[in-house]
Nanobody, 122 residues
Framework: VQLQASGGGLVQAGGSLRLSCTAS????????VAWFRQAPGTERDFVSV????????NYAGSVKGRFTISRDNAKNTVYLQMNSLKPEDTAVYYC????????????????WGQGTLVTVSS
């Protein structure tokens, strides 16, 4: 499976962005997809995950209530709607996929997109 992340950009605090993760080369509907992010000088952190089986979503505490993950299997795409953005959300956002259930550890994911930069100005 190949993943392509897009939708990043520069936004003011309080604004919104929608990231997309589009897959090719596999049965996308059978993959759990997660978003991770990495700010400069920090480790990559879990943001959100959506399972392949029933669409169950989970979020990191820092984004809960502001971010929403969803998937459109017909379009082989997972979205991350990010609202009420804060400067601390600034990071490179990566999508990742695995042929199993939802897990928050990046080590469990087999396939990765190239990352898309989100910059939130104060």
């Amino acid at each position: 499976v190949q993943l392509q992340a897009s939708g990043g950009g520069l936004v003011q605090a309080g604004g919104s962005l929608r990231l997309s993760c589009t897959a090719s080369g596999g049965t996308f509907s059978r993959y759990t997809v997660a978003w991770f992010r990495q700010a400069p000088g920090t480790e990559r952190d879990f943001v959100s995950v959506i399972s392949w089986s029933d669409g169950t979503a989970n979020y990191a505490g820092s984004v809960k209530g502001r971010f929403t993950i969803s998937r459109d299997n017909a379009k082989n795409t997972v979205y991350l709607q990010m609202n009420s953005l804060k400067p601390e959300d600034t990071a490179v956002y990566y999508c990742a996929a695995r042929p199993g259930g939802p897990i928050g550890s990046d080590a469990a994911y087999n396939f990765w997109g190239q990352g898309t930069l989100v910059t939130v100005s104060s």
